[in-house]
């Protein structure tokens, strides 16, 4: 079992950055790949950015592409979303998932993941 819990989420301007964190405990021994999801008030959870466990491959969904980057450090187990030019439609719940993964391979659907943190409320206002 590996436990997921996220940080860093809160209220920023249009424009601003904001550094999600997940910090990952329990059997993390094992390799996982990682990703953060996020879900707006009556909107379904869609994907943002996953990392492999390697940190070799990294992919980004077309609307934050060139405003977030996704990186770990595998020696702290914590996983990193810094977000840039954050715009009011960002405006969302933030979760990161893992699921075991050896390989150098990224998912980006929701159901390819095993583990889920609760999630950190980001606010952009405008």
């Known amino acids: 079992q590996v436990q997921l819990v996220e940080s860093g989420g809160g209220l920023v301007q249009a424009g601003g950055s904001l550094r999600l964190s997940c910090a990952a405990s329990?059997?993390?021994?094992?390799?996982?790949?990682m990703g953060w999801f996020r879900q707006a008030p009556g909107k379904d959870r869609e994907f943002v950015a996953a990392?492999?466990?390697?940190?070799?491959?990294?992919y980004y969904a077309d609307f934050v592409k060139g405003r977030f980057t996704i990186a770990r450090d595998n020696a702290k187990n914590t996983v990193y979303l810094l977000m840039s030019s954050l715009k009011p439609e960002d405006t969302a719940v933030y979760s990161c998932?893992?699921?075991?993964?050896?390989?150098?391979?990224?998912?980006?659907?929701?159901?390819?993941?095993?583990?889920w943190g609760q999630g950190t409320q980001v606010t952009v206002s405008s």
């Open positions: 990392i492999s466990w390697s940190k070799s491959t990294t």
């Open positions: 998932a893992a699921r075991y993964s050896t390989s150098g391979y990224v998912y980006s659907a929701s159901n390819d993941y095993t583990y």
């Open positions: 329990g059997r993390t021994s094992s390799s996982y790949a």
